[in-house]
T-cell receptor, first 115, second 119 residues
């Protein structure tokens, strides 16, 4: 079965420090991967995606993600965290087995950046 | 540019009542979908549509109906509300993207969400 896992419920980091939010996946076809962010009482917003090409993908708000095929991971990173980055982050993968239109979402990781 | 608009934002129902969550998008997106978000479970797909007149089931379709009579609108109907349907519901839309010979859903645009409580 295809799946995506976010092993950490919460990540705490001090402002100005680098941050990493982890995501691992399991798919039967090419891994099309996405990161979304959800601010309090808002809908999800697209951050970045990996379809093919460079393993380091750059996205919105200074975020980037590193695709690692051997480790089946797609970790979200930012060199210097801001308090305003505090939010809920979701990793998602295309569902190849059922429909090319479906995304499977992880359970989410809450990022808390302290001043 | 409104994007994806969901109404109502909040709703309280009694068990057995029916209601419709409305979703409209003004981006001419072919693909529309409904998700529910529950603590610790991420987002789960309820139903989706790849164009007017075409709908299909997602992971958790039971207790919900959808229709897609126009490109813009994709309402979600709860036929007989149950406490297990207490959740936050999100509508999302996108345009298809072609990579080689493969077509897949592109970036999803989400509405602000509808918080439903069933007593």
């Amino acid at each position: 079965a295809q799946s995506v896992a976010q092993p950490e419920d919460q990540v705490n980091v001090a402002e100005g420090n680098p941050l990493t939010v982890k995501c691992t996946y399991s798919v039967s076809g090419n891994p099309y991967l996405f990161w979304y962010v959800q601010y309090p009482n808002r809908g999800l917003q697209f951050l970045l995606k990996y379809i093919t090409g460079d393993n380091l993908v750059k996205g919105s708000y200074g975020f980037e993600a590193e695709f690692n095929k051997s480790q089946t991971s797609f970790h979200l990173k930012k060199p210097s965290a801001l308090v305003s980055d505090s939010a809920l982050y979701f990793c998602a993968v295309r569902d190849w087995e059922d429909s090319s239109y479906k995304l499977i979402f992880g359970s989410g990781t809450r990022l808390l950046v302290r001043p | 540019n409104a994007g994806v608009t969901q109404t109502p934002k909040f709703q309280v129902l009694k068990t057995g009542q029916s209601m419709t969550l409305q979703c409209a998008q003004d981006m001419n997106h072919e693909y529309m979908s409904w998700y529910r978000q529950d603590p610790g479970m991420g987002l789960r797909l309820i139903h989706y549509s790849v164009g007017a007149g075409i709908t299909d089931q997602g992971e958790v379709p039971n207790g919900y109906n959808v229709s897609r009579s126009t490109t813009e609108d994709f309402p979600l109907r709860l036929l007989s509300a149950a406490p297990s349907q207490t959740s936050v519901y999100f509508c999302a839309s996108s345009s298809p993207v072609t990579s080689g010979r493969t077509m897949y859903t592109g970036e999803l645009f989400f509405g602000e969400g509808s918080r439903l409580t069933v007593l």
